[in-house]
């Protein structure tokens, strides 16, 4: 079965009156390493845990290899919470004993092949002595011996330090490069994305915005630069303007570059800061 | 996942490992000096035969030396489920959601279920073992004091009832599992552990108040209105008073036993003939016999365990919710 490794459709998940996902629909490539990025509070830790089964959606159905999640962790799954909880009063060594014990398919091999990574973790250590960086490993390398197919990351690069969140990254991307996994990753670090991911899954108040290649996508959306008192004219949509008193500057979704403007392709950053911006700005005007 | 619970529980075992050793310890070294007490006053038949037979200061001395000390170690197996509630209980799933642990958990291949139920059985067995071996030991100690300690007062006296039979375990069930409940409830430890101790109080003291209506007593009569129908201490006495001539309960007997000698009448020798011409013909007790105390026992323990299922159903409940 030629099954996308994840697929969510109409996908909803509803807090009482609170809307923390809403009708989502989008399809990870197999293989793929996809940045999952929104301001806070957009619903990305939502959606991963509706990935794992963590949670029940209100609506809709997100299945992984064509197989529907239902309140259970799909075998091929592995999620990298936000918290990286481990046993604290636990030796590395197990943790990875625990793994283990709760997992029908387990690769001792190679979670420890993980953690011998880089400046490698000492498997005697207890988890509550570890550095930020160290137990971030530590948890990545108990995900990864479940051997998924699909790895979920909730920001697994929040509070470590540039040398830690480098090594992280490279220990993901190793992942990917030897055994095809697909990923998915939030992270406020547009920087760092932009280094690992091939395509963007953009999240606001629970929507879809975009999604898609970055390539693709940064080759469909224009920034341009023009006076200030000429006014916009455009076949694209704009996302975000802003003015200063001299010029106006705009993102623009799809169409032709606009004539007697000045126009190029955004990067990563400038595109997903495009967008939160925008959020900003409306959440701004409702209130 | 069995190893795992225990390796998580380790601290909690070996905490409670030690208190065993050290209570069990405390208890024999008490007992064996009770023991040589006895033997030294020459009580030693005394304590089989009953305190009618040897009154005097050799046993006096005993009493005010040990009495109390016993009524402690029944204090202490009547507190020991509540320990097990507050500190195994309550931080079961409360510790793990506190600390997001339980993630780990519902993202790997385990189900909840499971989870639940080895985190369940795994911690319970040590905290009942911990009940039932201290409850045996202090038994074996006031055994050992016979008619001359707690258990000359029947099995009904409240401190031996609750200290005895299978008691301790229900209420060490009950508290346990509200415990857990609690905890999963709240997610939090200090909450679920001060709300198990409050409840287990309340709920404890209510039943304890309620639980001789739990079996229809046995009315026993004495012909002789004077003296009262019941005469051991062993049965617990639910209800006493007066029968008239047609065998029917009076109501208000206060004024028909006024039989003391009124000014100049002459004094009041024959109790049974003044109060039987007042209308009070028998005088009766309603009473739990002494051997129906397993059967009591057995009856407030299956209130305490239908408890413990309802706290079952609503952690499972609470965790199947649980994100």
């Known amino acids: 079965m030629n099954a996308s490794p994840v697929r969510a459709e109409g996908l909803a998940k509803h807090f009482g009156r609170l809307r923390a996902l809403d009708d989502c629909t989008f399809e990870l490539p197999e293989g793929s ?7 806070n509070g957009a619903g990305k830790s939502t959606l991963l845990s509706l990935i794992a089964g963590l949670a029940r959606p209100t609506r ?41 014990a709760m997992n029908d398919r387990w690769s001792a091999a190679r979670a420890f092949e993980v953690l011998d990574l880089l400046a490698g973790v000492d498997p005697d250590a207890k988890v509550r002595t570890l550095s930020a960086g160290a137990r ?38 190793t992942e990917v490069a030897e055994r095809g996994t697909t990923v998915l990753l939030s992270s406020h670090l547009l920087t760092d994305l932009g280094d690992v991911c091939d395509h963007l899954l953009l999240l606001d108040e629970g929507r879809v915005q975009v999604v898609g290649d970055i390539d693709e996508i940064l080759g469909d959306h224009r920034v341009v630069v023009g006076p200030a008192e000429v006014e916009l004219e455009t076949d694209g949509v704009v996302v975000d303007s802003s003015h200063t008193p001299r010029q106006t500057t705009a993102l623009v979704r799809g169409g032709s570059a606009p004539s007697g403007w000045d126009s190029t392709h955004p990067d990563l950053e400038a595109l997903v800061m495009g967008y939160l911006r925008a959020s900003r700005n409306r959440k701004l005007a409702r209130q | 996942m069995t190893w795992i619970v225990w390796r998580q529980q380790r601290p909690v075992f070996i905490t409670l490992a030690i208190g065993l050793v050290v209570a069990v310890a405390a208890v ?25 037979s040897c009154r005097g200061p050799a046993s006096n001395d005993f009493l ?35 600390q997001g642990t339980h993630a780990l958990a519902f993202t790997q291949s385990v189900s909840r279920t499971r989870w639940m139920a080895t985190k369940f059985v795994v911690a319970a067995v040590p905290a009942l073992l911990f009940v039932i071996v201290f409850q045996v030991v202090v038994h074996s100690w006031l055994d050992a004091a016979g008619e001359l300690g707690p258990l000359a007062t029947g099995p009904f006296y409240f401190t031996t009832f609750e200290a005895q039979g299978v008691s301790p375990v229900a209420y060490t069930l009950f508290a346990y599992t509200f415990g857990m409940f609690a905890g999963a409830l709240f997610k939090r430890t200090l909450v679920a552990m001060s709300l198990t101790l409050g409840l287990f109080i309340a709920v404890r003291f209510v ?24 005469t051991d201490s062993g049965p617990l006495v639910v209800d ?18 006024n039989c003391a000698s009124r000014g100049d009448e002459p004094v009041v020798t024959d109790f049974a003939a003044c109060y ?32 413990a299922v309802l706290f079952v159903l609503g952690s499972v409940w609470a965790v199947r919710r649980q994100v």
């Open chain 1, 136 to 173: 971030t490993q530590v948890a990545i390398a108990f995900a990864l011996g479940r051997l998924p197919k699909v790895l979920l990351l909730d920001e697994p690069l929040s509070d470590l330090d540039p040398l830690a969140r480098d090594e992280t990254l490279r220990i993901v991307m």
């Open chain 2, 28 to 52: 024999l070294v008490l007992r064996a000096a009770m023991v040589a007490d006895l033997t030294a006053r020459n009580l030693v038949d005394c304590a089989v035969k009953g305190l009618e």
């Open chain 2, 64 to 98: 005010n030396a040990w009495f109390d000390k016993m009524h402690l170690a029944q204090g202490a197996v009547i507190a020991a489920p509540a320990l097990m509630g507050v500190f195994v209980g309550a931080p079961l799933f409360a510790r793990e959601f506190e």
């Open chain 1, 33 to 39: 390493v996809t940045g999952l990025v929104g301001p």
């Open chain 1, 60 to 100: 809709g159905e997100v299945s992984v290899h064509g197989t529907p999640v239902r309140g259970r962790m799909h075998p091929d799954v592995s999620l990298l919470t936000q918290k990286r909880p481990l046993y604290e009063q636990f030796t590395v060594r197990e943790i990875m004993r625990a793994g283990a």
């Open chain 2, 240 to 257: 006493s008073g007066f029968l008239d001539a047609k065998g029917a309960v009076v109501a208000d007997s206060a004024p028909l036993m």
């Open chain 2, 276 to 307: 039987r011409k007042n209308g009070l013909a028998q005088s009766y007790a309603d009473i739990i016999p002494a051997e129906q105390a397993t059967t009591l026992h057995l009856l407030e323990a299956s209130i305490f365990a239908g408890l």
């Open chain 2, 207 to 230: 039943l304890t108040g309620t639980r001789e209506f739990l079996i229809t007593p046995t009315r026993i009569v004495s012909d002789d209105p004077s003296k009262p129908a019941l």
